[in-house]
């Protein structure tokens, strides 16, 4: 059984990090507060696993301890390179990624890890530009949380994407593929194609795109969506909506998926 104790990992590539501080090259450590934990019984199974890539001690410490006193087992990065061989080695039940980091940054860390084993990848950017979150939504992101950020609203995402990821999706053992149009959804391969031609979608692509697809011709709020593909309780994240529905045109073609100004998507039946 892996240890649920949450660890932080030094990285030797890079910039050097603060002696004392989180990324010192001193031995890997276990939380005092998820020990805590621990022995209080609060913490019975096996902790999810995060691997937290920041390269600044601040904001890595602070994420750390509010992820252990929540209960998570947190393996900490703090390069691109250290980013990806932490990945392989730890096997995370989710990827906290910051995109500005030293050796490589976060894009290039999402493309190697997603390339060798999918998981799940909540990115962490101080830059609020478009173009940079579809970049990232590309390559295989998940969700994203722009600096600054509340640990309440960084727990809630992290718990939200692993409760997406753990659930079976619904029917999706007895369901045949569905056909509209040029579309093809095959939910029990999680495949799509388009005129015959496979397209490689994300697993929140697949994931927004399969609730458009059981729900064709219904127009679905932004808020309906976060619900039922992200599972969050609330409409605050709809920018993120907005991203994967634009990474979703940009593979599937621009025709399929309908935008109903001011209410939400629609995904038509013809």
């Known amino acids: 059984m892996r240890s649920t104790s949450a660890t932080t990992t030094p990285s030797t590539r890079g910039r050097s990090a603060p002696r004392g501080g989180l990324h010192d090259s001193s031995t890997t450590r276990t939380l005092s507060t998820h020990l805590g934990l621990l022995e209080?019984?609060?913490?019975?199974?096996?902790?999810?696993?995060?691997l937290l890539v920041e390269d600044e001690p601040t904001i890595a410490r602070a994420v750390v301890d509010r992820l252990a006193?929540?209960?998570?087992?947190?393996?900490?990065?703090?390069?691109g390179p250290a980013a990806v061989d932490m990945a392989r080695a730890c096997e995370p039940d989710?990827?906290?990624?910051?995109?500005?980091?030293?050796?490589?940054?976060?894009?290039?860390?999402?493309?190697?890890?997603?390339?060798e084993?999918?998981?799940?990848?909540?990115?962490?950017?101080?830059?609020?530009?478009?173009?940079?979150?579809?970049?990232?939504?590309a390559v295989g992101a998940d969700d994203y949380v722009t600096k600054p950020f509340s640990m309440r609203e960084l727990v809630a995402r992290i718990r939200a994407l692993l409760r997406r990821v753990q659930r079976p999706a619904p029917d999706a053992a007895a369901a045949?593929?569905?056909?509209?149009?040029?579309?093809?959804?095959?939910?029990?391969?999680?495949?799509?194609?388009?005129?015959?031609r496979?397209?490689?979608?994300?697993?929140?692509?697949?994931?927004?795109?399969?609730?458009?697809?059981?729900?064709?011709?219904?127009?679905?709020?932004?808020?309906?969506?976060?619900?039922?593909?992200?599972?969050?309780?609330?409409?605050?994240?709809t920018r993120v909506v907005d991203s994967h529905v634009k990474a979703l045109r940009r593979?599937?073609?621009?025709?399929?998926?309908?935008?109903?100004?001011?209410?939400?998507?629609?995904?038509d039946s013809a």
């Open 40 to 50: 209080s019984g609060l913490v019975t199974a096996r902790a999810p696993r995060v």
């Open 69 to 79: 006193a929540e209960g998570f087992a947190v393996d900490v990065a703090a390069d």
């Open 94 to 115: 989710l990827i906290v990624l910051d995109v500005m980091l030293p050796g490589f940054d976060g894009l290039e860390v999402c493309r190697r890890v997603q390339a």
């Open 117 to 137: 084993r999918p998981v799940p990848v909540l990115m962490l950017t101080a830059r609020d530009d478009e173009t940079d979150l579809l970049v990232g939504l």
């Open 176 to 196: 045949p593929p569905v056909r509209i149009g040029p579309l093809e959804l095959d939910a029990r391969a999680r495949r799509v194609r388009r005129d015959g």
């Open 198 to 237: 496979e397209v490689h979608l994300t697993p929140t692509e697949f994931d927004l795109l399969a609730c458009l697809v059981r729900n064709r011709g219904a127009v679905l709020t932004r808020a309906v969506l976060l619900e039922q593909v992200w599972d969050w309780a609330d409409a605050s994240g």
């Open 251 to 267: 593979k599937l073609g621009p025709d399929l998926i309908r935008t109903v100004h001011g209410v939400g998507y629609s995904l």
